[in-house]
Structures are given as structure tokens and as C-alpha cells.
């Protein structure tokens, strides 16, 4: 069994940063990337971020993009997102995904992860 453990979460106000943590850890499995969703009340899950695990290309969706940053460190089974210029419609339940298939570009689809995380919520307040 794989295991995703979130940290990093919490309260922020609007224009505020977060970073959150995701350690894996338990069975070892193929990891081809590690990615980030979120899900807010009443909507559906969406990508956040991903990274593939060994070249380190990532992905962003255009909500985030130039205000999160997603990184990795192998060795420590880790990966971080850097989340900046934090604003209310941010927040959400957020993810760690892991992906254990290769795919022709980094996996931005819930259903190309293969083990999921508890979550950790984001709160940003106006």
C-alpha cells in the first residue's frame, strides 16, 4: 500500500502564500509523476499542478499559473507546492496524487493517478 501524507494547509488572507507538502511512503511502487487537485464546496475536482518524476516537466492549470510552483525531491520521496498570491476562490481541499503510468504528456486527468492523499484544506479569506 502506498501512502500520501498532505501538510501545509490552513488559513490565509487574500494575497497571502501557503506551500504544501506530500510525502509518499509505504510500497514501492513505479512513480512516473505526482500531482495536485482541488475540490471546493459544491464543485467538481480540478488540476492543480503536476510534475513528472524523473525529468521534472511540469504542468499548471491556467488559474495557478504564475502563482504556484510545484517541485520535488526524489530522494526524499517529497513533492512541495508552492502556492502565491493567494486569493479566495483558492479555496479548497487539496490533493497529492500519485501516477504510476507513463503518459505521453504530464497527467493533468484524476483518472491517470493511481493513489490519492487524505487532503489538507486552504482557507483564504477576502
Known amino acids: 500500500q502506498v501512502q500520501l501524507v498532505e501538510s501545509g494547509g490552513g488559513l490565509v488572507q487574500a494575497g497571502g502564500s501557503l506551500r504544501l507538502s506530500c510525502k509518499a511512503s509505504g510500497r514501492t511502487v513505479s512513480t512516473y509523476s505526482m500531482g495536485w487537485f482541488r475540490q471546493a464546496p459544491g464543485r467538481e475536482r480540478e488540476f492543480v499542478a503536476a510534475i513528472t518524476w524523473y525529468r521534472g516537466n511540469p504542468d499548471y492549470a491556467e488559474s495557478v499559473k504564475g502563482r504556484f510552483t510545484i517541485s520535488k525531491d526524489n530522494a526524499k520521496n517529497t513533492v512541495w507546492l508552492q502556492m502565491n498570491r493567494l486569493q479566495p476562490e483558492d479555496t479548497a481541499i487539496y490533493y497529492c496524487?500519485?501516477?504510476?503510468?507513463?503518459?505521453?504528456?504530464?497527467?493533468?486527468?484524476?483518472?491517470?493517478?493511481?493513489?490519492w492523499g487524505q487532503g489538507t484544506q486552504v482557507t483564504v479569506s477576502s
Open positions: 496524487s500519485l501516477g504510476s503510468s507513463w503518459t505521453v504528456a504530464v497527467p493533468t486527468r484524476d483518472d491517470q493517478y493511481d493513489y
